[in-house]
């Protein structure tokens, strides 16, 4: 089925463009209601949102549509997407709806789900909406209507689920930590989960306006993070993204880490504490350098197309507890059922803290390959597939790197855009052959 509505992270765009209006979004309540309400149970759906101005109307609309077809609603203001879908499963509810554009600017928002376990759900759901969305409405009487409420707790449940997931014999006493929450829906919760875990906290980013979600700060602009950490003499940075479901980490020295370099410190740990690490799942973007170094400890490695959910759907099959992506989703599956920025942070400072060493000297025996990524912006609907100067390109470039490095050439899921990238072990040929390969689009 042709997918009109959904991309490869629920719904996005930018606001009062379609489907990002509010007509829209009463309708996709409603929509979505009618798929969850099966016979005469009452579904009961829970709401949260990061802190972008749009993020009220979106909400007032999905709570009508949701109301219209009968199904029970719970507020639970800013929280992050993964605080979303704890509580989504802690509370045995029917559903957990995110409004948030992740890491887009203000101007953006979008719609994300969860299932009543707390996983992002398969395409086959998603389908089901967009037939519904194609379908007759089908409006409840008065005294079917659903009800709305709000969880006034929602905030300090999800600040104690967080601090479950670290060690109750490991504190973070002694450590100074910059917390950046990228102005964005974990501004109120991350400097509390590391304060009440020992930490001396420093917060930056944590003053969202409506306008300034990750403008500056966060994930996406980490030298914010970077310059705070160099300046206080902290022991470590942490950036979360604007609905905390990414992490990127600083150390006191100011050098950055990404989700790939953090992915393998998470194998690695749980393989010197004797714990099993039957395998470790990243992505076509994850760096050669992490799958050879994991493969050197034993560490099976498998790749999926780009985006957490794929990474998700493989863990699951393979029934492994480890994967993620350079971007900084994370999955730690007997931690969180999703990716979550903060508990990725404190499974990493976990790591630290156990071994007493420095994060640094963790990846040590990890030697990352050079990579050069281009956007090249291209027409709408454009068949890049079929430039035959790119596929000649392309093999030139496959012929020179040989076994030393790779190409990836893919579409963006979320944006008319095509990602070039390529990877080689000399940062000069990257750059030169990723320019040469992005030339052919421009």
Not at 122 to 149: F, H, I, K, T, Y
Not at 381 to 392: C, I, K, M, Q, S
């Amino acid at each position: 089925m042709s997918r009109t509505y959904f991309g490869t992270d629920g719904i996005r765009g930018t606001v009062g463009d379609a489907p990002i209006t509010p007509d829209f979004m009463l309708r996709l309540g409603h929509a979505v209601g009618q798929v969850l309400r099966k016979g005469e149970r009452r579904p009961t759906v829970l709401i949260g949102k990061d802190t972008r101005i749009s993020g009220y109307m979106i909400e007032s609309a999905l709570e009508a549509g949701f109301a219209s077809v009968g199904a029970d609603v719970v507020l639970t203001g800013p929280l992050p997407t993964p605080g979303v879908a704890y509580l989504t499963r802690a509370l045995r509810l029917d559903l957990g709806v995110v409004i948030s554009a992740s890491h887009n600017p203000f101007a953006d928002n979008g719609i994300k789900f969860f299932s009543a376990r707390g996983e992002k759900l398969p395409d086959a759901w998603e389908n089901e909406v967009e037939a519904a969305l194609a379908g007759p409405q089908r409006w409840v009487g008065s005294a079917g209507l659903g009800r709305a409420r709000r969880l006034d707790d929602a905030s300090g449940r999800y600040v104690e689920f967080c601090k479950s997931t670290y060690s109750n014999d490991l504190t973070l006493r002694g450590l100074s930590i910059v917390v950046d929450a990228a102005n964005g829906a974990a501004y109120h919760v991350a400097p509390d989960v590391f304060h009440e875990l020992g930490a001396e906290v420093t917060a930056i980013g944590c003053r969202p306006d409506g306008f300034n979600i990750n403008d500056g700060f966060g994930a996406t602009a980490p030298q914010a993070l970077v310059d705070a950490v160099r300046a206080s003499g902290a022991d470590y940075g942490v950036a979360l993204d604007g609905d905390g479901d990414r992490l990127q980490l600083v150390d006191g020295a100011g050098r950055l880490y990404n989700g790939d370099e953090l992915l393998y410190v998470l194998a690695a740990a749980r393989i010197d504490q004797g714990l099993p690490v039957p395998g470790v799942v990243g992505t076509l973007m994850t760096n050669l350098g992490v799958e050879q170094a994991l493969r050197e400890r034993g560490v099976d490695f498998v790749r999926t197309s780009v985006g957490d959910r794929y990474v998700l759907e493989e863990l699951l099959k393979r029934r492994w507890q480890l994967g993620g992506e350079g971007s900084g989703h994370l999955l730690v599956l007997d931690r969180h059922t999703t990716g979550d920025g903060i508990v990725s942070a404190l499974m990493v400072l976990e790591a630290v803290v156990r071994s007493g060493r420095q994060l640094a000297d963790l990846l040590a025996g990890v030697d990352l390959f050079p990579q050069t990524l281009i956007n090249v912006r291209v027409k709408p609907g454009a068949d890049w597939t079929a430039n035959r100067a790119l596929a000649d390109r392309r093999a030139e470039v496959d012929r020179e790197l040989g076994a030393s490095g790779r190409v990836l050439i893919r579409p963006s899921g979320t944006e008319p855009v095509v990602r070039v990238m390529v990877e080689a072990r000399d940062a000069a040929q990257s750059k030169r052959c990723a320019e040469q390969l992005a030339a052919t689009l421009a």
